[in-house]
């Protein structure tokens, strides 16, 4: 079974090729995925955002990590006038590289989709052991669809803020072998009214706003 995680270059590069995009065409690229996508930095200014995104950028080159973007965090901050924390700061860089690393994974995915042709969508807490985990997550744990499925359009993860679900590529011989078989079709779905940013956003129920679009759908449609 496919469970490697992505190369670091592949995250790289889409974060290379994100920071190279102007903001409003890098908003297109995910509103041609998902109409009702939107920003998910909160109260960010375009620059803000794009600074943060070379501050993760440089420590995934360099491998220094949360460390070392930290160590970027409150001049980055202080030059834009934001006021943050470090608790936030951890926040945008987990959620930035999750972002990366997802994108450079469905790039695997698609490369590989005539031998794996299925995606599992796994849940890491489907016992709902831990605090923070989401009950609409873990229902999605063990679903088995076709990696062109629409339901991967609006619940491949990460499904929101600290979300670590994550996708298993499975081949033919992999669902034999763990005896699992292809859903009949995508799980039942409700959607919910979220407020975000003051106007109201109907969003699957169990995803945050701004996270229902498939970010790798969106990193595939970069210029090279």
């Not at 794996?116 to 605090?131: E, G, I, K």
């Not at 699957?204 to 449609?221: E, K, Q, S, T, W």
Request: net charge neutral.
């Amino acid at each position: 079974m496919a469970t490697s995680g992505v190369r670091f270059d592949e995250a790289i590069d889409f974060l290379r090729r994100r920071l190279a995009l102007p903001p409003e065409r890098w908003l297109e690229l995910l509103r041609a995925v998902d109409a009702g996508a939107t920003d998910r930095a909160a109260g960010m200014s375009d620059a803000l955002v794009h600074d943060i995104t070379q501050a993760v950028l440089d420590a995934l080159e360099e491998g220094t990590g949360l460390q070392g973007f930290l160590a970027e965090w409150d001049q980055i901050v202080e030059r834009h006038g934001w006021e943050s924390d470090g608790r936030r700061a951890a926040l945008a860089f987990r959620i930035a590289t999750a972002q990366a690393y997802a994108a450079g994974r469905w790039q695997q995915i698609q490369r590989l989709k005539h031998i794996r042709p299925y995606l599992r969508y796994v849940h890491v807490d489907p016992a709902l052991t831990q605090p923070g985990s989401r009950e609409e997550h873990a229902a999605w744990h063990g679903v088995i669809l076709p990696v062109d499925h629409d339901w991967w359009q609006t619940h491949y993860p990460p499904n929101g803020w600290n979300c670590r679900c994550y996708v298993q590529s499975l081949s033919a011989r992999d669902l034999a072998r763990y005896g699992w078989s292809v859903n009949e079709g995508a799980p039942p779905e409700r959607t919910v009214i979220k407020w975000f940013r003051g106007r109201p956003v109907e969003m699957p129920a169990g995803i945050d706003p701004g996270f229902g679009v498939n970010v790798g759908v969106a990193g595939l449609r970069l210029p090279g």
